[in-house]
């Protein structure tokens, strides 16, 4: 209606960085993942937009998978897998599972257990999730042998993936990558001839061993390269663009501060443009003075502290701007992950911060 902070959500670039991961992994299947709401791009409008690209999609939680099958029509979708990956075993929940249909990620022994134990009114798909490194989730490689013999053939088993997830496979450094792929891979194979999944966005870019069956993009299909290798026509590309409006402009003088606490000091006559968003908006208040806000297609520079509703920016080298001036926070011109270095924080971060009064407009 009249909200003045929007995000824009491109299908065009969606669509090209999935397309991206195809062409990084041919022989692999894509599980999607759209957790925490398509890492707030709408995980509803993420999932409608590259059905026909994938074969799953991954999210933390069951309501999360819930919601996904309540709104998504696409028959194409209706066929795909949906894991969770951050759900406690229960009985009641393991029998919901089966219900729905989706696919469960056994990250401890009791999991298996309780996967072996229930009464279940179908049987469940699992993904064994072998520990291999960052001891958050998943199974020492005894439970993994113990879970993968307790369940394979399983009546409550529909069928067993190998599973694990990289703790640092951005890292230029791959020796640590190499070491935890090796485990997986050599403890999948010492037990049959099962699928694998291993790879997030950053080993599919950049440890193409990895990729096997299943490769499990997330942040590279939202336009961030966690690695920063695909260059030239390789380059994803943003899907969100957050976007808001000039509301006020000021002329200060040299010392004149601007914002609580006035932390930013004029060094000289400055122009100040007061943007109509602020942390309620998801825009983090962390921003320090010289965080980049695009106007007219040039870098202005965030200019004292960002409050609940506004923030501001100075305006002085780009005259051209005026009142209701549109502002790019971050997307096209303006990589999220550049405001995040800034705000010591990552893309994920300031997708999934995106707050409920937003509007969304998809393109
Ligand atoms: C979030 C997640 C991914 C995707 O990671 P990206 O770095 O966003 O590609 C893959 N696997 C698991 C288990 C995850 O939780």
Not at 130 to 136: D, K, P, Q, T, Y
Not at 237 to 254: N, R, T
Not at 284 to 301: E, I, W
Request: aromatic fraction near 6%.
């Amino acid at each position: 209606m009249h909200t003045p902070s929007w995000i824009e959500l491109n299908r065009a670039a969606l669509r090209f960085n999935c397309e991206q991961v195809r062409e990084l992994a041919p022989q692999a299947n894509i599980l999607a993942m759209v957790k925490a709401n398509g890492y707030g791009h709408g995980a509803d409008w993420v999932v409608e937009s590259i059905a026909d690209l994938v074969g799953g999609f991954g999210v933390a939680r069951f309501d999360e998978a819930y919601e996904i099958r309540r709104v998504v029509n696409n028959p194409q979708a209706k066929r795909h897998r949906l894991l969770l990956i951050a759900n406690a075993a229960s009985p009641a929940l393991l029998q919901d599972c089966a219900e729905q249909g989706f696919d469960f990620a056994v990250s401890n022994f009791e999991a298996a257990q309780c996967v072996a134990q229930t009464s279940l009114p179908a049987p469940i798909s699992t993904w064994l999730k072998l520990n291999i490194g960052m001891n958050r989730l998943g199974m020492s490689v005894t439970e993994f042998e113990r879970a993968h013999h307790l369940l394979h053939k399983h009546p409550n088993c529909r069928d067993i993936i190998h599973m694990s997830h990289f703790s640092e496979s951005e890292d230029r450094d791959h020796s640590a990558t190499n070491r935890q792929a090796a485990q997986i891979l050599n403890l999948s194979a010492q037990l049959g001839n099962f699928p694998r999944s291993l790879a997030n966005s950053a080993a599919i870019i950049s440890h193409p061993r990895t990729h096997r069956e299943w490769v499990r993009p997330g942040i590279m299909l939202y336009g961030d390269d966690p690695t920063g290798l695909l260059s030239g026509d390789k380059q994803l590309k943003p899907v969100m663009s957050f976007k808001s409006q000039i509301i006020a402009l000021k002329d200060v003088a040299e010392g004149d501060g601007v914002g609580y606490n006035r932390r930013w000091r004029a060094p000289g006559p400055r122009r100040i443009a007061t943007v109509a968003a602020g942390y309620a908006d998801g825009y983090p208040r962390s921003a320090p003075d010289g965080t980049p806000v695009l106007v007219h297609g040039k870098r202005a520079a965030l200019a004292g502290r960002v409050s609940m509703d506004l923030l501001t920016i100075d305006v002085s080298d780009i005259p051209e701007t005026k009142l209701g001036d549109e502002v790019t926070l971050w997307g096209e011109g303006l990589p999220a992950a550049e405001v995040g270095r800034h705000c010591q924080t990552i893309s994920y971060e300031l997708f999934t911060r995106i707050t409920e009064r937003v509007e969304r407009r998809w393109l």
